[in-house]
């Protein structure tokens, strides 16, 4: 079993204190999802994970089984097992998705040990077959001219192809129609299982209709407020964050 541990997590972006002492702790084989208003800090936490320069932490810690994440480069994070599915997927003009891809998986084998040319395209063929992609966007630049939902697809892609220890999904399912919102959530699900860990972020509750998490923490303020099963995603979806305001006392 791995292990990412996130203890009093304090963020800053151009000098903006945004996240003020985040706790969280994943599993593999575990499922978490983190809901919250926008502007809370939700993916000020994803880029955080993943090393965005622009991200300054000033005080906590980050652990990946016990290892320090924080002292690690972007793309030492990646080779350790951590995946991020940005929110806003960048392209790459000149780097075919085909070829990032290879590349991102032979970076976290030994050297010698590289994924064969045609044992990648067998794999390659048969995720994109489940995610409903077109076989065309492999030989295409990263992400360029991709539409929105091929975008979010094909964050899914790699992720199934580069089967990370931990995943850390940013708001997946936005723009997504309710076909893709299923591929999506069925690649999700076929990672499941006792190697792989899962933090979704989202802003609504339909995701978790295909993805049932077997934790929901809900994130407000720069800070995660409240931490429940699946039921407290559907108890937001029916009747929103002002409940946990109250409770909290926290006026916006
Ligand atoms: P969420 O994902 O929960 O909607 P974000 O993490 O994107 O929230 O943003 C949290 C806060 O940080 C917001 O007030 C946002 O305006 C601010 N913020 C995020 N990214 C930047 C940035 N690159 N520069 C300045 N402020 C930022
Ligand atoms: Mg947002
Ligand atoms: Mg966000």
Redesign the pocket.
């Known amino acids: 079993m791995s292990t990412l541990v996130i203890k009093d997590l304090h963020v800053e ?2 000098g ?1 204190q ?1 996240l003020k002492g985040v706790n969280l702790s994943i599993n593999t084989s575990e499922i978490h999802a983190i809901m ?12 955080a994970i993943m090393g965005h320069p ?2 300054e932490v000033t005080q906590g810690t980050i652990e990946l089984d016990g290892e320090d994440v924080l002292a690690m480069e972007v793309d030492e994070r990646a080779r350790a097992g951590l995946f991020l599915a940005m ?1 806003y997927p960048s392209e790459i003009s000149g780097v075919t998705n085909a070829d990032f891809m290879r590349s991102a998986m032979n970076a976290r084998r030994e050297e010698g040990n590289e994924v064969s040319l045609m044992k990648f395209i067998r794999e390659l063929d048969s995720k994109m077959e489940t995610l409903a992609m077109d076989q065309d966007m492999a030989q295409r630049y990263l992400n360029e001219g991709f539409s929105g939902g091929e975008k979010k697809r094909n964050e899914i892609l790699q992720m199934m192809m580069i089967k990370p220890t931990f995943a850390v999904l ?2 997946i399912d936005s723009g997504l129609d309710i076909d893709a919102l299923k591929v999506v959530s069925e690649g999700i699900n076929q990672m499941k299982g006792e190697n792989f860990g899962c933090l979704i ?1 989202t ?1 609504y509750q339909r995701l978790l209709n295909y993805i049932t998490p077997d934790h929901v923490h809900v ?1 407000m303020q ?1 800070r995660v407020v409240k931490s429940g099963g699946p039921e407290l995603a559907h108890k937001l979806e029916a009747e929103g964050y002002d409940w946990i305001k109250a409770e909290l006392g926290i006026e916006d």
């Open positions: 972006i151009e903006k945004i919250g208003p926008n502007g809370t800090g939700k993916s000020t936490l994803a880029s622009k991200y929110q940013d708001e972020i802003h994130m720069g």
